[in-house]
């Protein structure tokens, strides 16, 4: 969640807020606090553990 929440800082005022991608940051920021409750209350995991395979094709 740090380093999303790093990279959204960094890339929010960077980015046309008409662009598709200024258009997701933007909802991504103005949805932070929900998505740390959702995280924090358990819902979803906090760190994805993908199979090996997996996690050796990503960039």
Request: proline content about 7%; glycine content about 4%; charged content about 20%.
């Amino acid at each position: 969640m740090a380093k999303l929440k790093a990279w959204m800082d960094k890339t929010q005022p960077e980015v046309t807020a008409q662009s598709a991608l200024g258009k997701a940051v933007n909802y991504l920021a103005n949805n932070w606090t929900r998505l740390e409750r959702y995280i924090e209350a358990g819902f979803y995991p906090s760190t994805i553990t993908l199979p090996n395979e997996q996690s050796e094709r990503l960039p």
